[in-house]
């Protein structure tokens, strides 16, 4: 820790030292996201702004667009990859997955079978290897940002993949989420994020899957109040820097933005302990939570298992290779998991 101070305090001296010498006003940086007020997104976007700002002394002016200020998350991606607009962003992995298609395999149902399970294999596998893809495509990756487990709101409960059969579902759009549903016979709605309510209200979907912070966020209790813990798709975000305008940067700089970013790891376990207060406050509130039955998940897992053979097989050998690596490293929590002992 005294190290790692030292060298942030070299870094300010160094920055400080550049902007004296040069009489320059403070560099001007655009971080764009998504996230609404007071989620958890909110409060990890806010944390990388406070540490930025106290790092640098004011060297920096930090630019920062989380509210779809930008346009739609396409459009975000598109200035990050050209740099001219957006210097460094939260870009989920369907986005990503338009220049990495093997990403999608992310997003394969039941793929992993807890939190710590997925951090795991992100952290310690997955991680230098899309780190070695993104710079390609000349992005640095950060790090992930996760936003926990998929799971299935409707009006009425929706436990067994035969309660789904023939509901109308919106889903968040990826070929790994549209196998899922056709899997179990489920009638797939593609409406905006911003519809979903109103198309609750109207009928025209019966319900949806989406993380437990969005639902809880995103005002669809009130029209959807069964909430069923399938977990059946992990989703994360990847925070991204333009690899042109980061290689710019002196070192002190590049090394400033790293330590800035809230680690995925204290995000993961900020936002699932705060989706637990969530739902059992709503639960209090008239929301009907579905913790399922080992069976009951059984099923669910059963009835779309093949779905990663078809999705690969549309994606071809980096979805495969990709894949691979994930299995590895499942393999190896297990391991540790074992090796730890009762």
């Known amino acids: 820790m005294q190290i790692r101070s030292a060298l942030s305090h070299l870094g300010l001296f160094v920055l400080c030292a550049m902007v004296a010498a040069c009489g320059t006003d403070p560099q001007s940086v655009t971080v764009g996201g998504r996230a609404g007020p007071n989620t958890p997104g909110d409060v990890y976007w806010n944390r990388f702004v406070d540490h930025v700002t106290e790092t640098t002394a004011g060297t920096l002016d930090l630019k920062l667009f989380i509210r779809g200020e930008i346009g739609p998350e396409e459009t975000l991606f598109a200035h990050l990859r050209r740099g001219r607009r957006v210097q460094l962003a939260g870009i989920s992995t369907t986005t990503v997955s338009q220049i990495l298609p093997e990403l999608d395999v992310l997003r394969l149902p039941f793929l992993f079978d807890s939190m ?36 299935i709101y409707a009006k009425m409960p929706i436990l067994t993949p035969e309660d789904i059969v023939g509901r109308r579902i919106r889903i968040n759009a990826s070929p790994a989420a549209v196998k899922f549903m056709k899997a179990v016979n489920a009638d797939i709605v593609a409406i905006s994020f911003s519809e979903i309510v109103t198309a609750l209200q109207t009928g025209l979907i019966d319900g949806g899957e989406q993380s437990t912070q969005l639902f809880m966020t995103g005002g669809m209790a009130k029209f959807a109040p069964h909430y069923s813990l399938t977990r059946h798709g992990f989703l994360t ?91 590895k490293g499942k393999a190896a929590f297990a391991a540790r998991q074992a090796g730890a002992g009762p």
């Open 116 to 151: 710590a399970e997925a951090g795991y294999v992100l952290d310690e596998h997955l991680k230098q290897p899309l780190t070695d893809r993104l710079l390609e495509h000349d992005l640095v990756m950060i790090d992930f940002q996760s936003a926990g487990f998929f799971n």
């Open 237 to 327: 975000a990847l925070i991204l820097a333009n690899r042109p305008w980061f290689e710019s940067l002196p070192p002190a700089q590049q090394r400033i933005f790293r330590e800035a970013v809230p680690s995925d790891r204290w995000y993961r376990d900020y936002f699932t302990n705060l989706n637990l207060e969530l739902l059992r406050q709503a639960s209090q509130e008239g929301l009907v939570v579905h913790d399922l039955s080992p069976e009951q998940r059984t099923a669910w897992r059963e009835r779309t298992a093949d779905t990663a053979a078809q999705l690969i097989d549309d994606l071809g050998p980096a979805a495969q290779r990709f894949y691979d690596v994930i299995q």
